[in-house]
């Protein structure tokens, strides 16, 4: 695996790959890399000649007051990873070599951005879309694969990738989970033991919501309801929104109609987890 710092790198690398007839897959990430995205890499490597993965603490995402600074890294428990996983190239830029010295030009997608993390995150989605779209501006993929378990960024950037005339697939992968339920996530390492085991509040709330909708329950308002009531059962459980929406359009609903996402973003002392079910 080759690991490198420029945009000119990857695009020579890419360059070659074409003209050998490969398809590419890329798989962008934060880092402090988890089973979850090992999985995404492995999609990525089954479906795809080649594979780029992405490690980049986008600032351009974080709010003022959120954890830009103490965000995990480990760059090489992250490149170890990657190569375990058959990724062929590791791009590690750092925020000069992705947004230069002027840069002035953003992505925003309207309608799908303004609620759930939107709502509390303001800022949070036009750095994921310009960040994204640079990325693959940059690799020029076939396919990019993210985790269903930040769905809102999943049907943001399906949306932008459509609006914009982009030709990428953007793949959805499950979420990953760890044995007791709790989805995976980068932000579960600030928990403390006490705090880890109220987190699996989350992962209750969201299955129970799960097997109402299943069992045949119309009633978004009920399920987001149930729902919420488990989490608000935890006393460490500060609930940020529990809502049922369409999941292509982010939209509230009324009456369950598929595509559902029953999605729950709640703090667990000072950490912000989010999970979710989706029905197809």
């Known amino acids: 695996m080759e690991i490198v710092t420029t945009k000119e790198a990857v695009r020579a690398a890419v360059r070659e790959w074409r003209r050998q007839g490969e398809s590419v897959g890329l798989v962008p990430t934060m880092g402090y890399l988890h089973a979850g995205h090992a999985s995404l890499m492995r999609r990525a490597r089954a479906e795809n000649g080649r594979v780029v993965a992405s490690v980049f603490v986008n600032p351009m995402q974080f709010g003022p007051a959120e954890d830009l600074d103490s965000y995990p ?11 375990e996983m058959g990724v062929d190239l590791l791009f590690r830029p750092d925020p000069a070599e992705m947004y230069g010295r002027d840069f002035r030009s953003y992505v925003d997608v309207s309608g799908l951005t303004e609620g759930l993390c939107g709502r509390s ?79 699996l509040v989350l992962s209750r709330a969201v299955r129970h919501g799960r097997e109402l909708a299943e069992s045949g329950e119309r009633d978004a308002a009920a399920v987001a309801g149930a729902m919420r009531a488990i989490i608000e059962r935890e006393p460490l459980a500060r609930v940020d929104y529990v809502e049922v929406v369409d999941a292509r359009t982010i939209r509230p609903q009324t009456e369950l109609k598929r595509p559902v996402l029953g999605a729950v973003a709640v703090f667990i002392g000072r950490t912000r987890l989010i999970d979710n079910f989706i029905l197809e």
């Open 121 to 199: 995150r303001p800022v949070h989605f036009r750095g994921v879309c310009t960040v994204v779209c640079k990325l693959m501006g940059i690799v020029r993929p076939d396919r990019a694969y993210f985790g269903q378990k930040d769905a809102q960024q999943l049907a943001v950037v399906r949306r932008m990738a459509e609006d914009l005339d982009l030709g990428v697939q953007v793949v959805g992968c499950p979420i990953v989970r760890e044995p007791d339920g709790l989805a995976m996530s980068s932000r579960n390492t600030y928990l403390s033991a006490e705090e880890r085991q109220a987190a």
């Open 73 to 83: 890294r480990d760059p090489e428990r992250d490149a170890a990873l990657c190569a």
